[in-house]
């Protein structure tokens, strides 16, 4: 079992800055990507950034140019720098492990951060 931790949600002005944290413990060997997700009210879950255990970076079209996935094997963490945020940001932004054992894959996810954008 993996358990995913999330922290640094939030409510900031448009325009502010947030850094989302995702911090993995339990079995996270086998640990392929790691990304987050976002869901709005009346939406369906969508993917905002992933980046895999060799560093390989994938971002929706929404957010490129804003948003930065990084990562740190030491600490087991994941991180999601924000800026320029903008309203539609606003969402519950969840964190997602994406394990593989051979060709059997496995999904995590965390209890999920509220971002809030408004003036």
């Known amino acids: 079992q993996v358990q995913l931790v999330e922290s640094g949600g939030g409510l900031v002005q448009p325009g502010g800055s947030l850094r989302l944290s995702c911090a993995a413990s339990?079995?996270?060997?086998?640990?392929?990507?790691m990304g987050w997700y976002r869901q709005a009210p009346g939406k369906q879950r969508e993917l905002v950034a992933t980046i895999t255990s060799g560093g390989s970076t994938n971002y929706a079209d929404s957010v490129k140019g804003r948003f930065t996935i990084s990562r740190d094997n030491a600490k087991n963490t994941v991180y999601l720098q924000m800026n320029s945020l903008k309203p539609e940001d606003t969402a519950v932004y969840y964190c997602?492990?994406?394990?593989?054992?051979?060709?059997?894959?496995?999904?995590?996810w965390g209890q999920g951060t509220q971002v809030t954008v408004s003036s």
């Open positions: 339990g079995s996270i060997f086998s640990i392929y990507a």
């Open positions: 997602n492990a994406h394990k593989v054992i051979v060709t059997t894959g496995y999904n995590y």
